[in-house]
């Protein structure tokens, strides 16, 4: 079965950069999309951006541009995210979700989520 | 980009329908037929509940449907049941290859 396993919580200084890992299995990892999602404490989802898995391409949202960095390791089954610059807004649950066909065309599972703290 | 438009909350007792909206731009709505919704219960990751504007994934009750009109695109809950209680979000593709979501509709059973 599908299975999307994230990396623990995170607490950070002002300033730092947090890396969240997303482990995938169950399924053919290089044919896949997968993006990251966020969602603040009691906020809405906020999208941040793709990487196609099989080719390594990115998209990132204009809202985190510069300040995040998406990757992946084939041989890991693994994509991580990376957010530098960080700030107290920057507290939330990151979601990694892996998306059925591409194009954002729903996104079928779902990993546990990792919450990052951000506080001085 | 800005997040899709959706009521903050709506209400409806067991065994009625609602619907909930989903007002976009022909930037992303409008321009593909690339629509989701999803539901979140509190403290859950989010669960997809329809793609593709109105298919509904193998496991989702047929209670759920979903449609579109122009740069809006609408959730139906038929039967509502207590367990239907939590946050709702839609999501579309645009046209610079991004994803947006709304801003979240809070539906609860009365």
């Known amino acids: 079965q599908v299975q999307l396993v994230q990396s623990g919580a995170e607490v950070k200084k002002p300033g730092a950069s947090v890396k969240v890992s997303c482990k995938a299995s169950?399924?053919?990892?290089?044919?896949?999309?997968m993006h990251w999602v966020r969602q603040a404490p009691g906020q809405r989802l906020e999208w941040m951006g793709w990487?196609?898995?099989?080719?390594?391409?990115?998209k990132y949202s204009q809202n985190f541009q510069g300040r995040v960095t998406i990757s992946r390791d084939t041989s890991a089954t693994t994509v991580y995210m990376e957010l530098s610059g960080l700030r107290s807004e920057d507290t939330a649950v990151y979601y990694c979700?892996?998306?059925?066909?591409?194009?954002?065309?729903?996104?079928?599972?779902w990993g546990q989520g990792t919450l990052v703290t951000v506080s001085s | 980009q800005s997040a899709l438009t959706q009521p903050a909350s709506v209400s409806g007792s067991p065994g009625q329908s609602i619907a909930i909206s989903c007002t976009g731009t022909?930037?992303?709505?409008?321009?593909?037929?690339?629509v989701s919704w999803y539901q979140q219960h509190p403290g859950k990751a989010p669960k997809l509940m329809i793609y593709?504007?109105?298919y509904r994934p193998s496991g989702v009750s047929n209670r759920f449907s979903g449609s579109k009109s122009g740069n809006t695109a609408s959730l139906t809950i038929s039967g509502l049941q207590a367990e239907d209680e939590a946050d709702y979000y839609c999501?579309?593709?645009?046209?610079?290859?991004?994803?947006?979501f709304g801003t979240g509709t809070k539906v609860t059973v009365l």
């Open positions: 979700a892996k998306d059925r066909v591409g194009a954002g065309r729903g996104f079928d599972y």
């Open positions: 169950g399924y053919t990892f290089i044919y896949s999309t």
């Open positions: 990487i196609n898995a099989g080719n390594g391409n990115t």
């Open positions: 022909s930037s992303d709505v409008g321009a593909y037929n690339y």
């Open positions: 593709e504007v109105s």
């Open positions: 999501s579309s593709y645009t046209i610079s290859s991004t994803l947006v």
